[in-house]
């Protein structure tokens, strides 16, 4: 079951099983993944650090009104394969039933060595890898309109 949660219960759950527990600052909304009323899951959706800069380089007739980028998406590492892939689902569902978003990107952290193999799984298009502040990162691209 998915559900909203509010920021400190987020950053606490990530702090404690995320490789990296720094919370994206232009967060939009803070789920919550839980089973049999366990909490199991974070996700979050927002922006970037600039958000119009961002969402015009890749498309430029857009604007932050039409995307939301993954800020974070963690699980608990008792849960069975394929979770991530339920959670996405989940989440873009919800997005779509109450959000006007068209798109919804990640950029998968090339420091972990792979280029978003889940995003991939869940019909994310890859869009290519970048050099940010000298890490490899790849881009993942949903349409959810």
């Not at 490789?19 to 366990?38: C, E, H, N, Q």
Request: charged content about 20%; overall charge positive.
């Amino acid at each position: 079951m998915l559900r909203l949660l509010n920021k400190y219960e987020a950053a606490q759950f990530v702090s404690t099983r995320h490789y990296s527990a720094v919370m994206p600052r232009l967060t939009k909304y803070y789920f919550g993944y839980y089973i049999k009323d366990k909490l199991v899951g974070v996700i979050t959706f927002g922006w970037g650090t600039r958000p119009k800069h961002t969402i015009q380089k890749l498309f430029p007739s857009l604007d932050t009104k039409d995307y939301y980028e993954i800020g974070k998406m963690c699980l608990d590492d008792s849960l069975p394969k394929n979770s991530e892939s339920q959670l996405l689902s989940k989440s873009i569902d919800w997005l779509k039933k109450n959000t006007d978003i068209k798109y919804l990107f990640t950029w998968a952290d090339g420091i972990v060595g792979k280029p978003g193999y889940v995003y991939q799984a869940a019909n994310f298009l890859y869009g290519g890898f970048f050099l940010i502040a000298d890490m490899l990162t790849f881009l993942l691209c949903l349409l959810v309109a």
